[in-house]
């Protein structure tokens, strides 16, 4: 059993950078692929990126590749989503999630076991 939580979503302006935090509990959280997610108003949800267990893969949508950056310290049950030149269409819930299995090889959304809340990233222009 994993529980996550994000934090540092907000209001921020087209152009800025911002980090999304993904705390985990639970002592699986080490072994586990993490993905980023979300969801936009009225849209539905969507792969943002992934983060293998061991940090040494990572997958990006395309609208995320190059802007976007993931990692994690597993020693502190934790994985970011590092965001730059953030743009509107960027508004959204953000979410992260935890596999069971340490990579990710199909649909990233269909091996995600457990999920958090989300935080509201809003960019304005």
């Known amino acids: 059993q994993v529980q996550l939580e994000e934090s540092g979503g907000g209001l921020v302006q087209a152009g800025d950078s911002l980090r999304l935090s993904c705390t985990a509990s639970?002592?699986?959280?080490?072994?586990?692929?993490v993905g980023w997610f979300r969801q936009a108003p009225g849209k539905e949800r969507e792969f943002v990126g992934y983060i293998a267990w061991n940090g040494e893969v990572t997958k990006y949508a395309d609208s995320a590749e190059g802007r976007f950056t993931i990692s994690r310290d597993n020693a502190k049950n934790t994985a970011f989503l590092q965001m730059s030149g953030v743009k509107p269409e960027d508004t959204a819930v953000y979410y992260c999630?935890?596999?069971?299995?340490?990579?990710?090889?199909?649909?990233?959304?269909?091996?995600?076991?457990?999920w958090g809340k989300g935080t509201l990233v809003t960019v304005s222009s």
């Open positions: 999630a935890a596999s069971k299995w340490g990579f990710i090889y199909g649909a990233p959304q269909g091996a995600m076991d457990y």
């Open positions: 639970g002592r699986t959280f080490s072994s586990s692929a």
